[in-house]
């Protein structure tokens, strides 16, 4: 009897340490901030669902490269998930590319009414690549930020721009937008702006803040060129290693977490204009003519866009969805 119980209790102890998963999370986001803090509250609600079998470990600020070399540790193993921008997700799925058509939205309430209708299919395509979304977050609206005055297109023509390393498709949209693109990884954007080797940059203020590269380039175009978006991706072979029976209370709690934090995101986003303001940034706001020349710029784009960066389906949904939340609030953009 006394052995039957020895091997019973055995056996439950195995299985309990079977069960048992660390969760390595890469991320660029820096130590402190609020994507930083969507990963925290992420990681204690794994803990408390999983009743202490799931952990996980957050390695921020890029310690580990940048989100290209991070996805790369992710497929081999060495890290099990990765919180992305708009940047990393078409690195492993291009038509994740269809959230930043430059210039399309113009609202985050119509960026949300976009995002929530064509997610699933998304979710689907990154699936096939190898990765569960965990949750989808915001990076913020991308403005062009640059070491000297600079007003139109053809303006940042004239300067080197930042782009983010391993990513072909936006380089090559990029370049025959006619900018001068200088592929770097992200934790070299500093440095160049202080070599000059970049003399410009396309970021979300709040990203701009929060690593002070706005004191190397003072000046921000105020056009809204596109939304940023971001996401947590988990490994496809880690997620098969969760016990199928926790699986859509993590995934619920993960998208709870990053709805807890978008809202605070967006505020901070548009508090750090204010912000950096006090402390010598340059705003350069356009009148009606110069904005509508970005505007016909961006949509120039648009045939490059479709059917080369973007599949030419998608491409057409998202222009469909745009058109049905503008019919909905009455043309209002």
Known sequence: MRTKFFLVTLFAWSALFA??????????????SPWHEILQKTRQD??????GNLTVRIYPSGVLGDEVEMIRKARIGQLQAVAVSGV?????????????????????????YVRERIAPRLESLIAQKGFIVLQWSD???????????????????????????????????????GLQVVPLAVTDMLPSLQTNLIQAFDVPPLFAMLDQSFGLAPNMIDVKWTPL?????????????????????????????????RAQVRKMGEDAVVEMQKRGLNVIKLDAAALSRWQAEAKSSYPKIRGEVVPADLFDEIVRLHNEYLSRIGGKG
């Open 139 to 177: 990076v913020g609206w991308v403005h062009f930020f640059t070491k000297t005055p600079a007003k139109t297109p053809d303006d940042i023509r004239k300067l080197r721009l930042f782009t983010s390393a391993g990513d072909p498709e936006g380089e090559r949209l990029y370049k025959e937008f």
């Open 19 to 32: 069960q048992k998963l660390q969760v390595n999370v890469g991320t660029a986001a820096p130590e402190g």
């Open 88 to 112: 990393g997700l078409s690195h492993i799925e291009p038509a994740a590319g269809c959230l930043q058509i430059p210039m399309l939205m113009g609202s985050y309430e119509e960026f949300d």
């Open 229 to 261: 978006a971001g996401a947590t991706l988990l490994s496809r072979k880690t997620w098969d290693r969760i016990p199928a029976e926790q699986r859509s209370e993590l995934l619920r709690a993960s998208r709870s977490a990053a709805a807890h934090v």
């Open 46 to 51: 794994w803990n408390r669902i999983s009743g």
